[in-house]
């Protein structure tokens, strides 16, 4: 089975713009999760979508939002991007339905804002 | 407040010492779950391992083994017999019904294993 899929690996951005990162979940997996990892703050929960509903979230303001398709794949974006969300971003994934089981994690990515 | 506390920030061992790493958590729920992920320099976190709040029977997994006792709060790791593919970031994690259970990390334990 093929694990998480983040798109796109890299991604360098100006202050101001907005960007959107896509993450494919495991085949079968509903639930697909977002964090931030960066040093000063390590990894922070943004939020959590289940079969197209934002069902949990995390403490990050507005400009950070996400959604979720049919076929569960998910996508977040960033707005008015601001230095300090240069990060790695993860996406993590989870079956059967509820975030509690163990949740697998794609390869993230990383974000630089100039 | 920090939920999950990983005093240990940096560990340095020579291969095939055993290491062990810490981890305290905080929790109200009396239903939880605990875990324990690694992050080698590549950057994917990989699970190794989900404890929950009602399971305190150690676990032996290999090389690893953990050690989960609420009475004080720990859910520590222990990698017996090192090797240098050890090195990596590690963090323990709590998900609780309070907070959706969304994992709450600390802040993680890098682990280096020389030759």
């Known amino acids: 089975k093929a694990g998480v899929t983040q798109t796109p690996r890299y991604l360098i951005k100006t202050r101001g713009q907005q960007v959107t990162l896509s993450c494919s979940p495991i085949?079968?997996?509903?639930?697909v999760s977002w964090y931030q990892q960066t040093p000063g703050q390590g990894l922070q929960f943004l939020f959590e979508?289940?079969?197209?509903?934002?069902?949990n979230k995390g403490n990050f303001p507005g400009r950070f939002s996400g959604r979720q398709f049919s076929n569960s794949r998910s996508e977040m974006n960033v707005s008015t991007l601001e230095l300090g969300d240069s990060a790695l971003y993860l996406c993590a994934s989870s079956f059967p339905s509820g975030s509690y089981n163990e949740q697998f994690f794609g390869p993230g990515t990383r974000l630089t804002v100039l | 407040a920090q939920k999950v506390t990983q005093a240990q920030t940096e560990i340095s061992v020579v291969e095939k010492e055993d290491v062990t790493l810490d981890c305290v958590y905080e929790t109200r729920d009396t239903t939880y779950y605990l875990f324990w992920y690694k992050q080698p320099p590549s950057g994917e976190l990989v699970f190794l391992i989900r404890?929950?709040?009602?399971?305190?029977q150690n676990e032996i997994s290999g090389r690893y083994s953990w050690n989960f006792q609420k009475s004080t709060s720990s859910f520590n790791f222990t990698i017996t017999a090192s090797q240098v593919v050890d090195s990596a970031v590690y963090f323990c994690?709590?998900?609780?019904?309070?907070?959706?259970?969304?994992?709450?990390f600390g802040k993680g334990t890098s682990l280096l294993v020389t030759p």
């Open positions: 979508y289940f079969s197209e509903t934002q069902r």
């Open positions: 085949s079968g997996h509903r639930s």
């Open positions: 404890r929950n709040s009602f399971d305190e």
């Open positions: 994690a709590l998900s609780e019904v309070l907070s959706g259970y969304a994992l709450n």
